[in-house]
């Protein structure tokens, strides 16, 4: 298994610019999201999709569109890029939408390196 | 709303024990999470709580108190490796929704 893998590893773009973020995982994991990750500020939602078909917003979605046409792929789309939007971004998937007993982790990939000037 | 807190850094020395708090206030609870960073790389799990106590795992343990709002995670033997950020992490009461602290920056000197 490759896990969860990004694309691409390091991305710079200009203001006003759009891009996809890849995401893709091969555990057929039903639960997917996109985090961001600034200094001093630990990770944060962006959206998350509990099976194909299905999306939602997190905390900060602002600016990001996603969608799920297949349980492996789970791209973010940048509409348009703004210099508040550098960061590093992390894709993650876990087994179940939750549960008591267990603790279903999310399994996290490399992270995108975004830069936007 | 959700609120998570933990210490910004802290140090400790090759082979001593160190103790990482959290602190948390979310609007519901279906467990709590540790995960490790290393610098430039992804976060990996390292321990999951869901009921009141202690969980072990080697050299790491995690410790919780549902009705305190609060969670140690606990490293013993420290080793240059450890050196990294840690993350603590709650599930809220539906879906598997994360929400993660800042984190801990943990230096360990020789």
């Known amino acids: 298994n490759a896990g969860v893998t990004q694309t691409p590893k390091f991305q710079v773009l200009k203001t006003g610019q759009s891009m996809t973020l890849q995401c893709a995982q091969d555990?057929?994991?039903?639960?997917m999201s996109w985090y961001r990750q600034d200094p001093g500020m630990g990770l944060r939602l962006i959206h998350y999709?509990?099976?194909?078909?299905?999306?939602d917003q997190g905390e900060v979605p602002n600016g990001y569109n996603v969608s799920r046409s297949t349980t492996e792929d789970f791209p973010l789309r940048l509409l348009s890029a703004a210099p508040s939007q550098t960061s590093v971004y992390f894709c993650?998937?876990?087994?179940?939408?939750?549960?008591?007993?267990?603790?279903?982790?999310?399994?996290f990939g490399p992270g995108t390196r975004l830069t936007v000037t | 709303g959700q609120n998570i807190d933990q210490p910004t850094e802290m140090t400790a020395t090759e082979g001593a024990i160190v103790q990482i708090n959290c602190t948390y206030q979310?609007?519901?609870?279906?467990?709590l999470f540790w995960y490790q960073q290393h610098a430039g790389e992804a976060p990996t799990f390292l321990s999951y709580?869901?009921?009141?106590g202690l969980e072990e795992k080697g050299r790491f343990s995690s410790f919780l108190s549902r009705s305190k709002g609060y969670s140690y995670l606990l490293l013993k033997e420290l080793q240059m490796k450890d050196s990294a950020s840690y993350l603590c992490?709650?599930?809220?009461?539906?879906?598997?929704?994360?929400?993660f602290g800042a984190g801990t920056i943990l230096r360990v000197k020789s």
């Open positions: 993650a998937s876990s087994p179940r939408r939750g549960g008591r007993k267990y603790a279903y982790e999310q399994y």
């Open positions: 555990m057929n994991h039903e639960y």
């Open positions: 999709s509990v099976g194909a078909g299905i999306t």
């Open positions: 979310t609007s519901g609870f279906n467990g």
């Open positions: 709580n869901v009921l009141d």
């Open positions: 992490a709650v599930r809220g009461e539906y879906g598997n929704k994360l929400v």
